[in-house]
């Protein structure tokens, strides 16, 4: 057997030597050899008295989790990123200074620091407990400080250096006071090593989210199964100390944590994953089991974002932190090894990331690790990502020649630039000739575009009913090559999984000779920009040379509310309901999304690129374009769309970051509440004309007639029911909304009697009213609670990615 390959240390420990890993070079031992329980060389040897630690050496500092028989296994104590602390930089050891002060005032004063989603009742005690404990246990105040300074690294990346070298320092002062502290854990320890190993916890996940090193995959998996391995040794610490803990403060949130994961998985999310693990021929027994564990654990997951019911507590993204530590040891070993099986569950557990990119820990961390993994997982695989790669937008047969090319593609050999190459005089489109060559060629790209669409969907394309064996002539027709000499009977001879990795070759195949074709023509919006390639007078929806707007893809959003303010609501005691409500579309009578389009500008202050929401620019209708507006083009009509967007106000538009430090964060929230109050305004209406209409025609909705009798008394009902003759500018009140509520449970007394199939319209009617009540009563406590505290938008706005789509 080959001998792995590894990278050389020259100053490393003897035994890192002989077992050929790389050392850390950690003093006084090697973390390496710390965590297998060997005896590292570093230990007999004399440290130099010039060697100062840095957060290089981070990952030699030494902590100690308890695991369940109280023995103490020590573990490295790593933060992952990778900033070195300046020699300049206080090291915060012994002197507090106004540094301190800031991160303690932001600890106390930021309700978002440990939160994943999580609005726990009782929070605010717990916080209380976890103060009053760290001043008795300075390891935990470190940490807890530590991990401020990461969050705020996140949150003002402009001085992310500074502090990312504040939390390395801090938590390495942390690590060195918990090592020093008695090892034997009682009724007096017990709660802070416990928020401490917790918070520990949270800021190696954070860390390992944050990975973006050049050696993807591989460098992701090594730094987030290190955090994985941390993380499982706090689990150890709640198993072995569980008796004095049921008897402490935390007693209450343990236990609600407790019944939080142990709850049974219902959603059908995981369901491709399950299949594919009891059919895998690769994994034994016991690591089917211990897969089937950790999706059942992500099952959770998913549950908690889509069936989040009123009433009971939330704790919609805990698992991306629990399943950190409930997840097998035997499960990150099938990690390590890269196993196909289990990097197809990190895929899923990318899309519970996704779901939760609004979390600073989190933001775009879900699409690029499922990039990562799609990337190297072979196409028969990219089968049973299917779910996840449809949910975050992925389209897997366009634009193939811009994709990186396949190493020893000839594509890979190419030695091009960006720029375009000199193009000789084409030849004369008007020829006979010239037409039937572009239409050849265009029969080709299509017939190459199907087969590859079918190769990589395992030979189903759009047709997922009919068998593999039934698409003989459909292979042959988009010329998949394999096929092409072959008849039907010796078609007929071969197994299904011999047909399914032909299909497989021939994607490698067209890969190999499409995949970066075309990356030469590729520019970046900012060379485009620097190149005046982007703005033109004649071109509306350009911008202007100050302000450039590039259209992108297009996303599917259920109201503008979804589209201009993304997940602003979960923050809030109203959370948004997980289902849509009907547009009540013409030629669509079920659609509950449309497709609009993004739009990229460029901040004229800060130079980023991000999404046009986050100039505060809005539209109402899908189809609405940011197009600049003069009195000659749109007349004094002004944009019944959105706002009024003209030449001058584009060239004053600036990002929501820098409007906040020009203007101050009072005055970005004003605007932003503005700006949320018209699009609700907009919304409540038309859910208002949706609670209210139907009540009249209610005969040809429903095909039912009523008797005489019962028709006048229906009548005379709807006469007393005000809001029903209302414009489609009213917006329905609190009693309005009860009282059709009411006249629905009339109608059904009256419209009963004479019609025996009534009952089961009715049902369904009344499903689609309660559905666009719950939007409606969203809406109107959003409303409300933004009015009490504006500053909640603010805090979104700031938080999140303004280049994120979603």
């Not at 630690?53 to 933060?79: F, G, I, K, M, N």
């Not at 070298?165 to 942390?174: I, P």
């Not at 959370?575 to 409500?581: A, E, V």
């Not at 489609?728 to 109608?747: E, F, K, P, S, W």
Request: charged share 25%; proline share 4%; net charge positive.
């Amino acid at each position: 057997m080959l001998r792995r390959s590894h990278k050389k240390s020259k100053r490393g420990c003897l035994q890192c030597k002989l077992r050929h890993v790389k050392c850390d070079e950690g003093h006084p031992l090697c973390r390496l050899c710390v965590m297998s329980g060997r005896d590292c060389s570093f230990a007999s040897q004399p440290r130099l008295n010039n060697q100062r630690s840095s957060a290089s050496d981070r990952s030699s500092q030494e902590t100690s989790l308890l695991s369940p028989d109280d023995c103490q296994e020590p573990v490295a104590a790593a933060s992952l990123s990778d900033t070195t602390p300046n020699s300049h930089e206080p090291m915060f050891d012994n002197v507090v200074n106004m540094e301190h002060m800031e991160l303690f005032v932001h600890l106390i004063t930021n309700k978002d620091l440990f939160s994943l989603g999580d609005k726990f009742g009782d929070f605010q005690h717990t916080f209380d407990i976890c103060v009053k404990k760290s001043v008795k246990a300075p390891y935990l105040l470190h940490q807890m400080l530590a991990f401020c300074a990461r969050h705020l690294a996140v949150i003002h990346p402009q001085r992310s250096t500074h502090y990312l070298n504040q939390a390395v320092g801090l938590q390495t002062r942390a690590v060195s006071l918990f090592n020093s502290t008695k090892r034997h854990v009682d009724a007096s320890n017990c709660v802070p090593i416990l928020l401490f190993s917790v918070t520990l916890g949270h800021h190696l996940l954070a860390d390992a989210l944050a990975s973006r090193d050049p050696g993807g995959l591989d460098d992701f998996l090594s730094q987030y199964v290190q955090c994985v391995d941390m993380n499982r040794g706090i689990f150890n610490v709640v198993i072995s100390a569980w008796p004095l803990l049921v008897d402490s403060e935390l007693e209450p949130v343990l236990s609600w944590s407790r019944r939080q994961s142990g709850k049974y998985p219902v959603g059908n999310h995981c369901d491709p994953v399950l299949q594919l693990i009891r059919d895998s021929n690769s994994l034994n027994d016991t690591e089917k089991d211990v897969c089937r564990e950790a999706t059942e654990y992500l099952q959770v997951g998913f549950d908690a974002t889509v069936l989040e019911k009123e009433g009971e507590e939330s704790n919609r993204y805990r698992m991306i932190f629990q399943w950190t530590m409930l997840s097998s040891p035997e499960f990150t070993k099938l990690l390590k090894a890269k196993q196909p099986e289990a990097l197809i569950l990190l895929g899923y557990y990318a899309l519970l990331l996704h779901y939760g990119r609004n979390l600073w820990q989190v933001r775009d961390t879900g699409a690029y690790l499922l990039g990562l993994i799609v990337e190297y997982l072979s196409p028969e695989w990219h089968f049973w990502l299917g779910y996840p790669r449809r949910m975050l937008g992925y389209n897997v047969e366009n634009r193939l020649g811009y994709r990186k090319p396949l190493p020893g593609s000839p594509a890979a050999d190419m030695i091009t630039s960006w720029e375009p190459i000199l193009r000789t005089r084409p030849r004369d489109k008007n020829t006979e000739r010239a037409k039937r060559d572009a239409q050849d060629a265009a029969q080709v790209e299509k017939k190459r575009r199907e087969a590859y669409f079918l190769s990589v969907t395992n030979g189903s394309g759009h047709a997922h009913a009919t068998p593999v064996r039934d698409k003989f002539q459909t292979f042959r027709d988009c010329g998949i090559k394999v096929f092409q000499g072959m008849n039907f009977l010796k078609f007929l001879e071969l197994e299904e999984d011999t047909i399914l990795e032909m299909l497989s070759q021939n994607a490698v195949l067209i890969e190999g000779e499409e995949c970066g074709k075309k990356r030469w023509l590729r520019k970046c919006n900012e060379c485009r920009f620097r190149k005046g390639l982007i703005y033109h007078k004649l071109n509306l929806t350009s911008g202007t040379k100050k302000f450039p707007i590039v259209p992108s893809r297009q996303l599917e959003f259920a109201t503008p509310l979804d589209r201009f303010f993304p997940g602003f609501s979960d923050n809030l005691e109203h959370n948004r309901p997980h289902f849509n409500t009907c547009l009540g579309l013409i030629y669509r009578t079920q659609a509950c999304e449309q497709r609009w389009t993004m739009w990229m500008a460029r901040c004229p202050r800060c130079e980023r690129w991000q999404e046009l929401r986050a100039f505060r620019i809005w539209g109402l209708y899908q189809h609405w374009k940011p197009e600049r507006m003069t009195l000659d083009t749109h007349g004094l009509r002004g944009n019944d769309e959105g706002q009024w967007i003209s030449e001058e106000m584009l060239d004053r538009s600036i990002c929501n970051s820098c409007f906040a430090e020009s203007k101050g964060r009072e005055e970005l929230a004003r605007h932003l509440q503005q700006l949320l109050s018209t699009l609700m305004k907009w919304e409540l209406r038309r859910l208002s004309g949706q609670l209210a209409g139907g009540f009249h025609n209610l005969s040809w909705r429903s095909g039912f007639r009523l008797s005489k009798q019962n028709s006048k008394e229906w009548k005379n009902l709807l006469k007393q029911t005000p809001c029903l003759n209302k414009d489609y500018q009213y917006i329905c009140t609190h009693n309005d909304v009860a009282l059709l509520r009411l006249r629905r449970g009339q109608c059904l007394e009256l419209w009963k009697v004479a019609n025996e199939g009534f009952q089961e319209w009715y049902d369904g009617w009344v499903r689609s009213m309660e559905d666009i009540e719950a939007h409606w009563n969203w809406i109107m406590g959003c409303k409300d609670e933004i009015e009490e505290n504006p500053d909640v938008l603010a805090d979104w706005a700031l938080k999140r990615d303004g280049a994120a789509f979603t």
